[in-house]
Nanobody, 122 residues
Framework: VQLQASGGGLVQTGGSLRLSCAAS????????TGWFRQAPGKEREFVAG????????YYGDSVEGRFTISRDNAKNTVYLQMNSLRLEDMALYFC????????????????WGQGTQVTVSS
């Protein structure tokens, strides 16, 4: 599975962005997929994840209620809709796929895309 994240950019506080994670490979729909982010000098943080079928999303505490993860297996794509963006959301965002048991642990994800930068200005 190869993943490519896109959709990052510059947005003002309170604004919205939608990130996409496009996958190649027929087995993409057999893996859970998650979004992580990493700001300079900080550890990689779990943002959101979604089960293989897309039926169950799960979120990190800092984005619950503001971000929505979804997936379209027919298009081999996972999305992250980010609303009410804050300065602290600014980071390099990565998508990753792995077994459902990976949960919020980045070390258990097997496939990673390159990051897409989200910059939030006040």
């Amino acid at each position: 599975v190869q993943l490519q994240a896109s959709g990052g950019g510059l947005v003002q506080t309170g604004g919205s962005l939608r990130l996409s994670c496009a996958a190649s490979g027929r087995t993409f729909s057999t893996y859970a997929t998650g979004w992580f982010r990493q700001a300079p000098g900080k550890e990689r943080e779990f943002v959101a994840g979604i089960t293989e079928s897309g039926s169950i999303p799960y979120y990190g505490d800092s984005v619950e209620g503001r971000f929505t993860i979804s997936r379209d297996n027919a298009k081999n794509t996972v999305y992250l809709q980010m609303n009410s963006l804050r300065l602290e959301d600014m980071a390099l965002y990565f998508c990753a796929s792995g077994p459902l048991s990976a949960g919020n642990n980045p070390r258990k994800y097997m496939y990673w895309g390159q990051g897409t930068q989200v910059t939030v200005s006040s």
